[in-house]
């Protein structure tokens, strides 16, 4: 499973096996089964959270009770409420495994000092940290920019894999669509 994080660590930069086994203790493994939160709304968020396995989302619940999803992390994905976990306070929102899911997770301090200890890291988080919120970016631009069916089709085509792995319901939340209006273009393409 650390496997997976050393790998990926040396797609931005180089991290050597020796330096990787003293990075390693920084970071706490977990298990979630299908539906479990590692995250939820109205707690700090004190954990940022690598999957090396298995699909995780974010969401939130609106003011109707809707459940609206704003990410999904798969393997190799970073996933945590950033300023919640920056600041050590309160999240307004909740990390669900969709699937089983392996994750590697690290607190604020053991991030802090790890970066401390490993400097070479810093450009690594930083690459994480902006390519997050340039996707985050990009999404809002489609919600404001392009059609319904055209948000979905941008979305089969950017993501196919993720569009075979997920549920309809959760393609839909993270839309901004009802499950049935997703039927309703799935059934017109």
């Known amino acids: 499973m650390s496997?997976?994080?050393?790998?990926h660590f040396n797609q931005i930069v180089e991290v050597h096996?020796?330096?990787f086994q003293k990075i390693v203790p920084f970071f706490d493994s977990c298990h979630l089964s299908k539906k479990e939160n590692i995250l939820e709304a109205g707690k700090k968020c004190h954990l940022n959270h690598f999957a090396s396995a298995g699909?995780?989302?974010?969401f939130f619940i609106s003011g109707d009770g809707t459940?609206?999803?704003i990410r999904f992390a798969t393997e190799n994905r970073w996933m945590t409420d950033y300023l919640a976990f920056q600041n050590g306070t309160i999240t307004d929102f909740y990390i669900q495994a969709v699937e089983d899911t392996q994750v590697l997770s690290i607190t604020y301090d053991k991030q802090e000092k790890l970066l401390t200890l490993f400097p070479k890291l810093e450009k690594y988080f930083r690459f994480v940290y902006q390519t997050s919120y340039g996707k985050s970016l990009t999404m809002m631009k489609y919600l404001y920019d392009f059609s319904k069916e055209d948000i979905y089709f941008h979305f089969i085509e950017q993501s196919p894999e993720l569009a075979k792995r997920l549920p309809q319901y959760l393609i839909a939340s993270f839309l901004g669509f009802t499950p049935e209006y997703l039927s309703k273009i799935?059934?017109?393409s």
């Open 3 to 7: 496997n997976q994080l050393f790998k």
């Open 17 to 19: 096996e020796h330096e």
């Open 55 to 58: 699909c995780l989302q974010m």
């Open 67 to 69: 459940e609206r999803t």
């Open 186 to 188: 799935k059934k017109r």
